[in-house]
């Protein structure tokens, strides 16, 4: 056997099914209104809009209006989905995000596209790669970044439900659909996907089919190796998570993120304090990203399954 079953033939975005999702939730709840800064082709809130145009709002190339306006929607009731690219969402309106929604826990779902550097060709200034850390940063913020397409469709009804405000990063390239039995998210549920007793890979977003694709290397070495899909950077799912230490007494980490604030870091924040065992992460090693083709740029900066089999390898040298 190889990696855990997966389809590389189906692709699509995670943007796509947050737009999908978003005109199901239109049908089935009132109280959903959308709101985008210009750039709805792009989070592809358009489909919503042209369901729903009396529960959209487009506040222009105005971010942190944007944040404000669905802190008011939420005061009046509503469930406001608010959406820009992630580095003008969680960058530019980060004040706002922490004192107008956050601090007095508004009902406000912040779902920022285009985050990490598969936005591609947009390059550096576009490619953001440090949401996870400022979204977790503020106290009682959940911070969510799903796998696929069906999990983010999932994500985008479970947060809907939940009352409080929520971060969800989708992205911009098709990738990978993961073929599943009976997965049903949970907000601070990491996802069982490997069983393998050498090496824990935890990982999010497109990295989740990269680690897919390095179990099966590894075990082609006999290396055997757990996989925790963990959707939900904050809160955290602490028990799975220790529960794999103690188990295979290495992690890696594996992030469409700086390597400093995010998925990595927040592992290494609890196994420090409930059971050291190494943590190795692949991710942005601290450098901004490039223009160029997405896949390209996951190649570029190690953001590969090869890359993650070589840290798997060793994190298992570094046990004790």
């Not at 901004?288 to 390209?296: E, H, I, L, Q, Y």
Request: proline content about 4%; hydrophobic content about 40%.
């Amino acid at each position: 056997m190889g990696a855990p079953s997966q389809s590389t033939a189906d692709k699509k975005a995670t943007r796509d099914a947050y737009g999908e999702a978003l005109v199901e939730l239109g049908a089935s709840n009132e109280k959903v209104v959308v709101l985008d800064a210009d750039l709805s082709g792009s989070t592809k809130t358009a489909d919503f809009k042209k369901k729903y145009p009396e529960r959209f709002f487009n506040v222009g190339v105005a971010e942190q209006n944007l944040v404000g306006h669905a802190a008011g929607l939420a005061l009046a009731g509503f469930t406001p989905f608010a959406s820009s690219f992630a580095m003008f969402l969680s960058g530019r309106a980060w004040e706002i995000v922490r004192n107008s929604v956050v601090y007095p826990k508004l009902n406000v779902k912040l779902v920022a596209s285009h985050g990490g550097i598969t936005v591609g060709e947009d390059g550096a200034s576009h490619q953001c790669i440090e949401d996870f850390g400022t979204m977790r940063v503020i106290p009682e913020m959940t911070v969510i970044c799903p796998s696929d397409f069906n999990e983010t469709k999932q994500v985008i009804h479970a947060i809907a439900e939940y009352n409080g405000p929520v971060y969800v990063r989708v992205g911009r390239p098709a990738i990978p659909l993961i073929e599943r039995d009976n997965y049903k998210f949970q907000i601070g549920k990491a996802e069982l996907m490997s069983e393998g007793s050498d090496v824990c890979i935890i990982a999010c977003g497109v990295m989740v089919n990269e680690a897919m694709i390095a179990v099966g290397l590894l075990k082609e070495k006999g290396i055997k190796a757990s996989l925790l899909n963990m959707a939900t950077i904050k809160p955290l799912d602490r028990d799975a998570i220790v529960a794999k230490a103690k188990e295979c007494g290495a992690i890696v980490t594996a992030e469409e993120h700086n390597v400093i604030g995010g998925l990595g870091s927040a592992v290494s924040e609890l196994l420090s304090e409930e059971f050291p065992v190494p943590v190795l992460k692949v991710g942005m090693k601290d450098s901004f990203g490039k223009s160029g083709t997405w896949s390209g740029l996951l190649d570029y900066f190690g953001l590969r399954a090869k890359d993650i089999v070589v840290t798997s390898e060793q994190a298992i040298a570094k046990k004790k």
